[in-house]
């Protein structure tokens, strides 16, 4: 048996945004197989620093998780792709024994850790939920509470109001229906009517 992994406890980042899981070790020297909960999976390469938590209440696992409890910090010697999935490598971390203990641990990177969207026009999800969708005509449709990817396009989902008498709408996210997305004042403009 192994040694024990010297976990570093942390607090989770206030920003922290939940990214992926671990699906289980990889190879025999540490690796794990990631899966990505976003499309790239840009943030889980691009930050060193990942937060894991224990899985969900109700995630399906082979056996209890024991690795850890709480959040643990740990640092990415190494992310890459390798065929249809994302691999990674943790400092301090050297044998699939203590990679096989991380089956399901939730992984979460603070967003201040993300890189930059490579356009003007381009938006992490997380940045748009929550935000204010107004008409041209300055008619609040709602707030944006998920996004949906739909192949071909991204679709805002639009709450207006609670309970049962909130009206929910499904608005494309493309150049044709969005107008203006404005970040610092959690805004979205868009051509689309109440009625729609």
């Not at 494309?172 to 805004?187: E, H, K, N, S």
């Amino acid at each position: 048996m192994t040694d024990p992994v010297p976990w570093q406890v942390a607090a989770l980042p206030a920003d922290a945004v939940e990214v992926g899981h671990v699906q289980q070790a990889w190879g025999v020297r540490g690796w794990v197989r990631v899966h990505s909960l976003s499309r790239g999976g840009d943030a889980l390469l691009h930050a060193r620093r990942w937060y894991l938590q224990p899985p969900a209440p109700g995630a399906a696992r082979a056996k209890p998780f024991d690795a850890f409890e709480g959040v643990v910090a740990v640092t990415v010697a190494e992310a890459r792709w390798h065929g249809d999935g994302l691999v990674a490598r943790f400092e301090g971390l050297d044998d699939r024994t203590h990679a096989e203990q991380l089956r399901g641990a939730r992984i979460a990177i603070a967003r201040a850790d993300f890189p930059a969207p490579e356009g003007p026009d381009e938006y992490y999800w997380v940045d748009l939920i929550g935000c204010t969708v107004v008409n041209r005509e300055g008619i609040v449709l709602g707030v944006v509470t998920d996004l949906l990817s739909t192949g071909p396009h991204d679709v805002l989902c639009v709450r207006d109001g609670e309970g049962e008498a909130a009206a929910e709408r499904l608005i494309p996210f493309v150049g044709a229906y969005v107008d203006a997305v404005d970040l610092p004042a959690r805004r979205i403009t868009v051509d689309w009517q109440p009625d729609y």
